[in-house]
Each structure stands twice: as structure tokens, then as C-alpha cells.
């Protein structure tokens, strides 16, 4: 009878969990370390050894020694998601965390247990003569979903990330690229005539594929289109002929072939692979893409980036995902820690994020990394726009994502995707009280 | 005379009693701790959820009585009856394959020489991690893998689409019935190795063929050991996890698909996904009802596999 207890145990190996990590990673003696700076507790999303981990303990130390804040650092990884709760029950939380913004959202925002911080846009970057809120375009907080309290502000961002068509420039193929969707479907043909595939894929890689459909909905109805589709109880909206058009764009281009072939029963990263090789002209993703097919490029590939070209919608968003800083509302010690994000944000410590970490920062005036400069300018030149309008994680896999599967390895057609997508949708809301 | 036979009764007992009355003054510190622990760190835990499961709760907020209304959701969420399905397929068709599998071994390896060896060969894919079998799966039934090259090589040109989603479910079952054969093969051997020879001499002197010697012999003689593999087997598909974590999308890139999902797996996501708010009471209640299904099963099968045990 182990098995169940297992399950069962689980839950309680969090509050075991908590124990263990009061033990190391709580306050400890609050009176005596309130002298100079103060103190704050940081749990990190990156471990010790990530680029990102080595720049942000660069500025820590610094912040340290000019401030003289003691600041305990636990580089826990991407298990925050499942330690910040029990830590906060256990009133224990740390005074602060990163994270993507979508899982902060989750973790933390949504359950409005996320501090506000407002205050931190208010305050100066240090020894720059201007405030956080100028230095970090509005428009990417602004994109988040608010909190029950109506604040959105419960995130410092430090990375960018966005989703976008990459592609090799060095390719004469690609020489010009199509400005609409009509051209990219022009060019695909092209390609599929030099038995070339336009596009790689890696069918189980569904999160990846579904920024497809995820774009073009975006593109035909406009921003937040789908959030108001997948919010809607009944399941109605998606009858608008708009959203049955772009699923049936996407019907269209996988009944093209110009998917690369052998998608259907690839795992990730084969396809991937295969298009750094120089075996399909396009790959979208996230921009952590360059990064991860380095390795695996063909001599002389030129990452670039394209946006997910418009349709006759003639809208331009951009995918943003961010990565940033923020405070349970149960921390001890939130000023500190909110000092902190404002000295992270200075150019010379952020810098790091792009020349060490190989990101983009949220500072229009820390130049990208060469492979990514493509995607800042997208990202500085458009709206912004959550992807996938922040749907939540268990109507993705419920609901959305097994219709999207049919439609994307061709077993289904834009009419039952959306038979499905609707029916299963029903069945979400009433099921997710 | 009732009265002078009380007497010695009551004298008797005292006279008796010494070292059984040390015994029950043993029994509690002995049994104690470990009862204790057994409370503190099974029993409390399963209280928990189950008391859990009757909220809706976030894990950091205040919990919200909710009554039957989880278990409700579970009667009505198609993701969950697909879980319940795919643990059901693991434990009934995994079990009789890995079962029938593990026996055909046993004959095989009984008479073998090296044995010992072939049986260690057998258990190795018990002792490596799961992961290296989500990532091997990755390279092995790729569309140009290894295993669709040498079907080619033999002329089938409609190689199946091994890692599609559909096939998944399937994949799966197949992983876990390969890695866990060598385990039951080991132990079910193990019995097998007790059985006197001359009960086989005697039965093919009698003109009994393999699956007579096997049927009349073998499966009689260990059957005490397979009733315990039995149990053993229920008990873990119902934990079946880490293998559909690692199948599809990998956990890197993607929740593994719904059409995959064991209880297991629909315990963790309804708690730990990474982009909803975590649903703790949905994820006991469904914890709640793995450990009424694999409670009911063992009963069930201790049940149907109780035999009178053959005694030499």
C-alpha cells in the first residue's frame, strides 16, 4: 500500500520541505542584523553555475559591500514554483524571488500574494539620476494580467524573452524576408519547389508549436483575442469567423507540407537540430533558441529573427515573456529587497544579463546580443502582448492543447478544432471552481 | 467449591504470568516508535489529505470549504478519467505482459547455463533511471532512428510513427513492462530456485510436457511469491510517473500530453503546474481516490490469488 501514500505523502513532503528550509533559509536572528543596511533573504530561480546566477551574484556582492545590506542568497532553481507556496503558509517566505513572469503570476500574483511594487518604479536607479520607470518601457509591465487588487506592478523585470521566427541570414533563400503572411506562404512554396521545408518542428513540443496559432490570432483578431475566446464559459466565441480563420490558416499550412518531415513523431530537440543543420528554413520559438541550437549550427548560420509576419488584421504584437524580481507580500524585510531591484537595474550590472547571460534586458540602451538584436528591435518596435494571453496552465493541457495537437499533425481540420476546443471548454469551467 | 476453585485460578494466572507480563510491559516501548512513526509520517499525512481534499485551497491562502465538490470535478473531468484509465491499462495490460514475460524467462533460464549472468543482464534496466529511457526513447524511435533504419532494412517502408502522441500511451506501457521484466524475473526465480528437482523429474517421467511441468509445478510451488509480486506490481502503477514526465514534451518544453497522464501525473500537474494556480485540494482528493482504487485492487486480488499453500 505504498503507492497511495506516496501521492498522499507528497503533499506533505512540502510542509516537510518548509521545515527543512526554515532551518536554513528563514530570517534567523531579526534584532541584530537591522544595524546598517538591513538584510533580506533572495531565492533565486537560477542555480549557481547559470550565467544568469553569476551575474546577479555579481551585483549582490556589490550591493553588499556598498550598502552594507547582508543579503542571504539561495540559488534554489526552478523549484520556486513549488516551494514559494509552502513557504508562504508556513510564513516563512522569502523577501525575494524571480521568476517568469507567468509563473509569478500563478505562484503568487493571482492568489494576491504578490507585494505591489510601485515604489520600486519610483525609486532611482542609483548614481543615474532617473527613475526605474524610465529606464524600463511601461509597456512591458503593462502587458501583465493584474492582481485581484488591480496591480500589475508586481514585477521587476531584468530579461526579455519573445517568440519569433529564427532563421539563418546567410541562407540566399532568405535574402528578403516576407513582410506578410501571404509572402511567407509565397516563399514557402518556393522553397517546398527546391524540396526545401519552410518550417521545423518537434511534434510533442506542443508549447513551441502553439506560438503558430497563438500569433496569427493575434495578428487576424488583435490582442487579447484569445483571452476573451478561452475566458468565455460556453465555449461561443470561438464561432467568430476571425479566430476560425487564423486555426484555419493554420489548417492550410500544415496540409501544405511545408512542414519538415517526420515532425509527427519527432521528439525535441530532433527538429530543432535539424533546422540549426540547415534542413528547414524556419524554426519558431523563443529566443532562448540561439543559445540552445549554438552548438549544433551549420558553418557560417547567421541567427536572425523575424516576427510572425501580419495578416490583412495588420496587427504587430510582439510575444514577451519576462524574467524579474518579486516580493510575497508575507516578507519580512520587502525595502531592501526592493532597493536591490532598483541597484540591479544600473546599466553597468544589467549589462551583464546581455554580454554574460546572452539575453535581452528590458533597457532599451543595453544593446542585445548579435544573434538577438533582431528580436529586441521587434520587442522595442511593437505592443506588447502576453503569449497565449496568459491562459492558464491546466486549460492548455486540458483543453487547448490535445485540439491542437489533431489540428498541427494534420489529424484534425480547422472545423474540429474548434468542435473540440469548444466542447472540452465547457467542460473546463465547470469543472475548475 | 466454586469459591476454592477461583482461588488457585486467579493464583495460577499470577503464577504464570511473569514473563508474559514483561512482555506486554514490552510491548508498547517496542511497538511505540515505530507505530509512531508509522502515524507521524504515513497516517497523518493521508489524514491531511484527505481533510485537504474537502477545500479549495492554493497552498498559501485560506482554505475554502468545498465539501464532496472536488471529488465532483474528478467525476467530471475527462483528464482525470483518462488517468484513471491509463493507470488502469498499465496495471491490467503492463501487469499481464511483464507477468507473462518474466515467467517465460523463468522456464527459459532454468536449465540455462549462465544463468546467473543472463539474470543480471535481465535486471540492469531496473536499476537505470527513468530519464535515460525518456531520453534514449528520443533517438532510438526517431523518425530516422535506429529502429526504423533497420526496418527499412528489412523492407518495411511504412515505419511506424513510434513517438507520435497516439502511440504514447502505448510507448510507455512497453517502457515500463521492459524495465520492470528483470525485476519480477529475479524474484519470481528466486522462488523457482527453491523447487525441489525431483518434483520436475518426477512430473516428466510422468510425460508432462513444458506447460504441464509449468501448470502443475512451477506456478503451484511459487505461488506465495507471485501473489506478493502481484501486489507488489498494483502498487507501483499506481506511482507510475517520472516515465510519462520524461515521454512527452520532456517536462522541458512542454506538459507531457493529456492522453498520457497516470493519477500520478494528474496529482502533481493539478498541484505544481507551472503556469496555474495550484490547486491543493483537487490534488488530494485525487490522491484520495488513487489510494481507495490500489487499497480496493490488493484487496481484490489477495482475494482471487489466495490458495492453500503447498506444503512439502
Redesign the interface.
Known sequence: ????????????A?VVATLALTACGGGGDKGATEEKGGQFTYWSMWKETEPQAKVIKAAIDKFQAETGTKVTVEWQGRDI??KI??A??ANKAPDLIDQGA??IF??LA????AADLSSVYDMEVPGEGKKVADVLPSKYVDALPKDPEGVNRYLVPYELVSAAFYYNGADPDLKTVPQTWDEFIKLCDTLKAKDKACVAS???????NELLLDYLIVRDNGAGALGKAVADKTGAAWDQPGLKESVKRVEDFVKGGYIL??Y?????P?QQTNWAQGKAAFHIDGSWVPSEAQANLADGFQVKAMPVPPTKGGNTEADLVMFGFAVPKKAKNPEPAKKFMAYFLKKDLLSGISTEAKNITPRADIPAPAELADVQKMLADNPSRIILD?A???????VF??AF?DLW?GKATADQFVAKVKE?QV?YW??A? | MTATLSVPTRARRARVDPLERQQRRLFWPFVGPALAFYVI??L???G??AY?SLY?W????AMQW?GL?NYE?LL????FHTSVLNTLKIMVVGGAATFVISFALTMALREMRGRMFARSVLFFPNLVNALVFGIA??FI????GPVNQLLRLFGVEAVP?????D?LPAMIIATIVWTSTGYYTTIIMAAVDQIPRYLYEAAELEGANAWQRFRHVTLPMSWDVVTVCAVLWT?????VFEIVMLF???S????A???TWT??MY??????????????GL??A???V??????VF?VVLRRIMRRDRVVL
Open positions: 500500500m505504498r503507492a497511495p501514500k506516496g501521492t498522499a505523502r507528497f503533499l506533505a512540502g514554483k513549488t507556496g509552502p508562504i503558509a507567468d509563473q500563478t505562484s493571482a492568489t494576491g500574494q518537434d511534434g510533442d513540443n506542443s508549447w513551441t518531415k517526420g509527427d513523431a519527432s521528439k525535441y530532433a496568459n492558464p496552465g491546466d486549460y492548455m493541457d486540458k492543447t490535445p495537437n499533425l472540452a467542460t465547470k469543472t471552481g | 509520517l504515513f497523518a499525512p493521508i491531511y489529505a485537504t479549495k492554493d497552498g498559501m491562502g468545498k465538490g470535478i467530471n473531468d475527462p483528464a526513447a528520443g524511435f526517431a523518425p530516422q510513427k513510434w513517438l507520435s502522441v502511440n502498487v507501483s502503477s499506481v506511482k512527452g514534451g520532456g522541458i518544453v512542454a506538459n500530453p493529456v492522453e493519477t500520478a496529482v502533481y500537474l493539478s498541484a505544481f503546474s507551472a503556469t496555474s494556480v495550484p490547486k491543493f490534488a488530494a485525487a490522491a484520495m488513487s489510494l481507495v482504487m490500489v487499497g490488493v
